[in-house]
């Protein structure tokens, strides 16, 4: 039994024995944290000022009449491609016509009788007051059959310049007074874009600088356009200047888009940059992960508290807190801790 029970404890012990030399001799060290990594680069980038503003065409007008009468043509649709001096609306103007030939005739008589009056004083048979008011009764008699003929011009309303049409505000038989507006016209093939910017920006401003605008109808899509011309005074009660740039190719944009735009006044600096996802953003400060190549060729990171800039194209700048060339961790931060060893996943490139 002694013998027996010897046995049996024998076997426990040595069991122990052996599994607690296993466990002295097994490495509890955490696993290699796979990570995507880039590294950190130099790249100039150009300074530029930024604002917003509002799309128009260099030739856009409400079209409008400057005669009252009853609308009896209209020679137009919404949304037509008309050309210069094409003639758009005709208002009632049978009273001018009415008139003109009044006045013609009035005319015709005037000239007969100045022509007499000058033919009589030539042999003294007319006195010069005679002549005189003959020749003052030709000239109201043409003022008249001008004051009619401006008039009966503008009952016609033709387009001052070629364009396109916006939607039409009358209709046949309406009666329009000076001012109302008949449609809008639209020379889409220029464009421009009205815009302001802080007084303290006008130094850095010149005609001819380049500027990139964007529409929210054409999002991803950059518009090009040049500085123009800037305002002779800054505004006293916003204290903004005002400014204006031709755009080059306007394709698809319309007058009275609202655009964001960069207005580049030709300086560049040289920034220190790494993809944006490689920033960790907090209260306590903004971090990089760095890693370190060890003597043993493994690889560890340390977090760095830095100092970024602006952000162009996934890619954010850093003014302090690393060098050209240091590898920083762009994905799987949130499983690092202070001295991880990590190991980079090729495969992810940023």
Avoid at 76 to 88: I, K, N, P, Q, R
Avoid at 333 to 341: C, D, E, I, P, V
């Amino acid at each position: 039994m002694i013998a027996l029970l010897l046995g049996i404890f024998g076997s426990i012990g040595g069991y122990k024995y052996a599994q607690l030399s296993a466990l002295a001799n097994t490495v509890f060290e955490r696993p290699p944290i796979t990570v995507a990594a880039s590294r950190a680069r130099v790249e100039t980038w150009s300074e530029y000022l930024t604002a917003l503003g509002t799309v128009k065409a260099v030739r856009g007008i409400r079209l409008t009449s400057e005669e009252s009468g009853g609308v009896v043509r209209i020679n137009f649709e919404s949304g037509d491609s008309v050309e210069a001096d094409h003639l758009m609306v005709v208002l009632n103007d049978r009273v001018e016509v009415a008139r003109r030939g009044s006045q013609k005739a009035t005319l015709e008589l005037a000239k007969l009788q100045f022509s007499r009056n000058r033919e009589l004083l030539e042999q003294r048979s007319v006195s010069h007051s005679d002549y005189d008011r003959s020749k003052a009764d030709l000239d109201r008699a043409r003022a008249d059959l001008a004051e009619t003929d401006a008039i009966l011009a503008n009952k016609r309303i033709r387009a001052p310049f070629s364009g396109i049409t916006g939607i039409r505000q009358i209709e046949l038989g309406d009666f329009v007074s000076p001012g109302t507006v008949v449609t809008t016209l639209q020379d889409l093939s220029a464009l421009e874009i009205d815009f302001s910017l802080p007084a303290q920006s006008a130094p850095r401003l010149s005609p001819g600088q380049r500027i990139e605008l964007q529409v929210d109808a054409f999002p991803g899509r950059i518009f090009e356009a040049r500085l123009s011309a800037l305002d002779s005074q800054i505004d006293p009660n916003t204290r903004n200047l005002q400014a204006r740039a031709r755009i080059q190719q306007g394709d698809g944009l319309l007058p009275g888009m609202f655009a964001t735009l960069r207005i580049f006044p030709g300086v560049s600096h040289n920034f220190i940059t790494v993809p944006e996802t490689a920033i960790t953003y907090s209260l306590h400060g903004n971090t990089l992960h760095v890693i370190t190549e060890m003597a043993d060729g493994a690889l560890t990171t340390s977090s760095v508290i830095v100092e970024i800039g602006e952000t162009r194209d996934g890619r954010t700048s850093v003014v302090a807190g690393i060098a050209p060339g240091d590898r920083v961790v762009t994905a799987g931060q949130n499983k690092l801790y202070r001295g991880a060893r990590v190991v980079i996943d090729e495969k992810v490139v940023f």
